[in-house]
C-alpha cells in the first residue's frame, strides 16, 4: 500500500503545548461544618462590653417527699442556689498575601478565589473549636463502647476506659435513656442532636438492628446512605477527621460522636468573623486579605448534675 499523506510539524524544535486554559476554575472541597450552627449566640453581649461573659445558672429546687402543710406549722423554706460560668473570648484570623502583578496576569479574579478559600478556612477553623468545647473536660459525661451490647459512662470529664467497640443501635439506647432518664436533658424541637464521625455512623448502618427496621418500611435509607432519626436522636455524619475521631478505641474501632440537648453550646461575640482587605504596601503591588473575628465557645452547664448536663460525649480514653 502506498501512502497517501506526508505528516510534517508546523514548529521549529523543541516539544509542542497546549497553553489553553479552561474557564472552569476548580475549587478543592472542605469537610462538613456541623458545631456551630448549635452554638447559642449569648445574648447582652457584644463590642465594648469587656473580654468575658459570666452565665448564671439557676440550680432547681429540692423536691420534698410531699408538699402538703400541717396546719400550725411554718412553710417549709428551701434553698435558692444560683452559680455562675464565664466565657473569655479571643481574636481567630488568617490571612493570605498576594501581589497585583499575580492578580493582573490571571486569569481569575484572585481576589475574590483568596477571599473564598479564606471564608472557608473559617468556617473549619471555627467549627474545629467549638467541637473541641463539646468534648472537653467541661463536658462531663462520656460514655465509652466496651462491646456491641456494654458500655460505661464516665461523668468527671474524662473518658478513663478503652473503647472495645463501635456505635451500634445499643449504644445509641443507652445514650438516649441517660440522657432523658437520668439527665433529664431537654430536646431540640422535640428530638436530641447526635453528630458522629463517619466510622461511628457506619457502624449504626452495620447493626442488624438498622437493616431490619428500615428494610421494609425505609429501604431508600440504604440506597441514599441516610441514618435518619433512632431512638429519638436526629443522626447527621461529620466527615471532618479534626472534629471527630475515626480513629478512636482499640484498634481504632471507634468513631467519636456527641448526642446532645437544648442550650449544650454556647457562643460569646465580641466581634463577627469577617473578611478584611489589609492595606496596600509598595504603592498598592503587595496586597493582602484576612479574616478576623473576636468571640470563643464554652459549655453553660459544665457540670453532671440532673437538670443542667446536656450532652454525651462518646469517645475513648
Known sequence: MTTQFT?????????????????????????????????????????????????????????????????GVKIPEDAFTVSTTSITVVEWGRAVPFTSL????????LSNKVQKKLRDQMSLILDNAAAAVMKGTNAKVKYIPTGVAAGTFDTDGTASTTALANVNYYHL???????????????INGS????????????????????????????????????????GIRIIECNNTSALSNTKGSGSILGEGIVFGEDALAMAVALDPELRLGPPADFGRSQSVAWYGCLNFGIPWNTATAGQCRSVVITSA
Open 173 to 187: 439506647e443507652q445514650v438516649r435513656d441517660y440522657l432523658y432518664g437520668t439527665l433529664q436533658c431537654p430536646m
Open 192 to 231: 436530641y442532636i447526635g453528630i458522629f464521625a463517619t466510622k461511628g455512623c457506619r457502624g449504626i448502618k452495620q447493626d442488624p438492628s438498622f437493616v431490619e427496621w428500615n428494610k421494609y418500611t425505609t429501604p431508600e435509607k440504604k440506597a441514599k446512605g441516610e441514618i435518619g432519626m433512632i431512638e
Open 102 to 109: 499575580s492578580n493582573d496576569l490571571a486569569d481569575f479574579d
Open 7 to 71: 505528516w510534517t510539524t508546523d514548529f521549529p524544535t523543541g516539544v509542542p503545548k497546549n497553553h489553553a486554559l479552561s474557564s472552569k476554575i476548580r475549587d478543592a472541597a472542605i469537610a462538613d461544618c456541623h458545631f456551630v450552627p448549635f452554638a447559642g449566640v449569648e445574648p447582652g453581649y457584644g463590642k465594648k462590653r469587656g473580654e468575658s461573659i459570666n452565665i448564671e445558672r439557676l440550680a432547681n429546687l429540692s423536691i420534698p417527699t410531699t408538699g402538703e402543710l400541717v396546719e
